[in-house]
């Protein structure tokens, strides 16, 4: 599946102190009516809660760290999911040591600092669906 957009407007900001990251960046997207666009995010966490999927058993496994972690990159979309917004986005963190790791970013990372760009796209209305080979919810 290809289909063309052209670029929207541009959201950028801070997230509050404490927020959780993952739905505070749903919820900006969201109140400025942002159904389809990109999302990236700098900055540190106290705490994170990130996955991958496990495609043999078709199902996230989530890990989690207790610990000040540095956001090294996020990256991630929006585009519409059972009627509403969805932000799907990926997280690299790193820890004291510079040690790096990530994967799908999840509700219950918290916000020390984030600074983040939401990228509107327009003329396109992507919607998640379920896709029976992977177990995923695709564009669709």
């Known amino acids: 599946m290809i289909v063309e957009s052209k670029p929207g407007r541009v959201l950028v900001g801070r997230l509050p102190h404490g927020s959780d990251l993952l739905?505070?960046?749903?919820?900006?997207?969201?109140?400025?009516?942002?159904?389809?666009?990109?999302?990236?995010?700098?900055?540190?966490?106290?705490?994170?809660?990130f996955g991958y999927y496990d495609q043999t058993g078709r199902k996230y496994v989530y890990l989690e760290r207790e610990e000040p972690l540095e956001i090294l990159a996020l990256v991630g979309n929006v585009s519409l999911k059972d009627g509403g917004v969805f932000v799907h986005a990926h997280v690299t963190l790193a820890d004291e040591a510079g040690q790096a790791f990530g994967g799908h970013l999840a509700e219950g990372t918290v916000v020390f600092a984030?600074?983040?760009?939401?990228?509107?796209?327009?003329?396109?209305?992507?919607?998640?669906v379920p896709d029976k080979t992977t177990g995923l919810a695709l564009w669709g």
Not at 25 to 48: D, F
Not at 114 to 128: K, Q, T
């Open 114 to 128: 984030a600074e983040f760009r939401i990228e509107e796209l327009v003329g396109v209305e992507l919607r998640r």
């Open 23 to 49: 739905a505070e960046l749903t919820r900006v997207a969201a109140e400025n009516g942002v159904l389809v666009g990109r999302v990236e995010a700098i900055g540190a966490v106290s705490r994170a809660r």
